[in-house]
Nanobody
Framework: QVRLVESGGGLMQAGGSLRLSCAASGRTLTAYFMGWFRQAPGKEREFVAAISPSADDKTYYEDSVKGRFIISRDDAKNTIDLQMNDLKPEDTAVYYC?????????????????WGQGTQVTVSA
C-alpha cells in the first residue's frame, strides 16, 4: 500500500514563495513518473507539473507555472518537492501529489494512482 503525504501549504502574499513536499511510504517510487495537480474551488483538478525517474532527468509544467514553479525529487528520501515562486492569487488551490502508474498522458489525472490527501495553498492579492 502506497501512502503519499503532502506538506508545506499555507497562506502567502502574491509574489511570495512556498515549497511543497510529498513524502511517499510503502513502496520505493524511483522508477515512476510523479506529478503535482491542483484543484481550485469550483474547478476541475488540473495538472501542474511532473517529473521523470531520475535517470531520465525530465520535467514537465503546465503553461501558467512555467518559469515560476520547479519540481524536483529526492530518491534517497522517496520525496518530491514543488518550489513555487512568484505566487499569484490564481495559484490558490489544494495541491496533490500522485504517482503516474498508467500509460496515459502525464497531464491526465486518470493516468495516476496513489494520491495524497492534498495541502491547501492560499495566495492573497
Amino acid at each position: 500500500q502506497v501512502r503519499l503525504v503532502e506538506s508545506g501549504g499555507g497562506l502567502m502574499q502574491a509574489g511570495g514563495s512556498l515549497r511543497l513536499s510529498c513524502a511517499a511510504s510503502g513502496r520505493t517510487l524511483t522508477a515512476y513518473f510523479m506529478g503535482w495537480f491542483r484543484q481550485a474551488p469550483g474547478k476541475e483538478r488540473e495538472f501542474v507539473a511532473a517529473i521523470s525517474p531520475s535517470a531520465d532527468d525530465k520535467t514537465y509544467y503546465e503553461d501558467s507555472v512555467k518559469g515560476r514553479f520547479i519540481i524536483s525529487r529526492d530518491d534517497a528520501k522517496n520525496t518530491i518537492d514543488l518550489q513555487m515562486n512568484d505566487l499569484k492569487p490564481e495559484d490558490t488551490a489544494v495541491y496533490y501529489c500522485a504517482v503516474h502508474t498508467r500509460s496515459g498522458a502525464l497531464q491526465t489525472q486518470q493516468s495516476y494512482d496513489w494520491w495524497g490527501q492534498g495541502t491547501q495553498v492560499t495566495v492573497s492579492a
